[in-house]
């Protein structure tokens, strides 16, 4: 586009040029009698000349008006390239997520079946506790992990994931696996992220429940 213009702009000097110079060697030629009757025609052909600069007035116009649909074009099929450069991105991620949680699970599934290999895992906070608990709380963390991300995926906001969790953890259960775990998530979560939100959430959902002497229910199996 920018030599487009160059080229336009150094043809009309050569014809502006062009002119002047035919002009000023017809007026040195001819006679002034001669000199008159060319006047006269040149002035007979102004309104076709001007006729013809109007068209190319348009004709300029009509190009600058195309070549600038033509560049919001592109710009708006550079947005849709990056939009969809986007989605793909989070559907990575999401694809990657999942497939760490799946491992997380069959890590878990196999301290719960062994013994042995339970023991490899930390005890939760530096308490020590009997096999059978410890799998009670890794059972109600892939319990809890299910229906967060269950949550996540189908964009679930603060109102509508409150009333999900607190039945979740209205068993006295889930909510001593919680208490087990609150040293590790406040190292481990990010604030401000949505699993940082969700464990504020059930914070103030156990609070309520341990200020109620009538949510009770069974306790750990010691």
């Not at 586009?1 to 060697?25: D, E, K, P, S």
């Not at 009509?62 to 649909?69: E, G, R, S």
């Amino acid at each position: 586009m920018r030599y487009g213009w160059a080229i336009f702009l150094g043809a009309t000097a050569l014809i502006l040029v062009f002119g002047i110079a035919l002009n000023a060697l017809m007026a040195y030629a001819l006679p002034d009698r001669a000199w008159q009757r060319w006047s006269n025609i040149g002035q007979a052909f102004e309104s076709v000349a001007a006729v013809f600069a109007a068209f190319g007035l348009a004709a300029l116009v009509i190009t600058f008006v195309m070549q600038f649909k033509e560049l919001q074009l592109q710009r708006q099929e550079l947005a849709l390239q990056r939009q969809e450069m986007s989605q793909t991105q989070a559907e990575l991620h999401r694809s990657a997520e999942a497939d760490l949680r799946r491992l997380h699970v069959e890590l878990l599934r196999m301290a719960i079946e062994d013994e042995h290999l339970g023991a490899v895992w930390p005890e939760p906070d530096g308490a020590s506790y009997p096999h059978a608990v410890r799998r009670q709380f890794w059972y109600a963390n892939l319990i809890y992990q299910h229906q967060r991300l269950a949550m996540e995926f189908s964009e679930y906001e603060e109102d509508r994931m409150r009333p999900a969790l607190r039945r979740l953890f209205r068993s006295p259960l889930m909510r001593e696996y919680w208490a087990a775990g609150a040293e590790a998530r406040g190292s481990d979560l990010v604030p401000g992220t949505r699993e940082w939100s969700s464990a504020q959430v059930v914070d103030e959902i156990c609070r309520e429940y341990d200020g109620d002497p009538s949510a009770s229910g069974p306790r750990l199996t010691e």
